[in-house]
């Protein structure tokens, strides 16, 4: 069993998260090498869809062709906890300029996917399996507080 364990810097507040290997096998796999090195990046509040963290993984934890991951596990709708990925092309939607590769921290009941245009599914790829509190404390002091820096890193392999 693989997990990862999300880390907010400032305050200490972790979670850790179960990957999903068996509903989202080749989106676990991709991940997993992205955070060979863990991703440290700042995480933004979501404006308008609900109780969720976006982390844009950095450039440096790009090592796999995103563009070519199938739709695995998708939803528009997650669940306290779920852990997505997005891939979103250069002019993708509205204001998209750059590729945007989002990683979704969900951490309440309200969250869903959209943009101004529509629903986009994400991939569930991992789940909180310990620290859902925490992991919805730091998040909620990214939406009141703004940026904070979290760190998303492997933590076992078993």
Known sequence: MRKIQITFERTGERATAVLLDDLAPLTCDAMWRAIEHPIVTTGIHAGWAGRM???EVPEANRVFDAASLPRENLTVLPIPGDICFGYFPPGYGFGITDAYWDL???YGREARFEFSFGPVPMTVWATVDEGL????????????????TIEVSRLAWT
């Open 53 to 55: 963290v976006s982390v």
């Open 104 to 106: 979704a921290l969900v």
């Open 133 to 148: 509190d925490e992991l919805a404390a730091g998040c909620g002091r990214t939406r009141t507080e703004g940026l904070q």
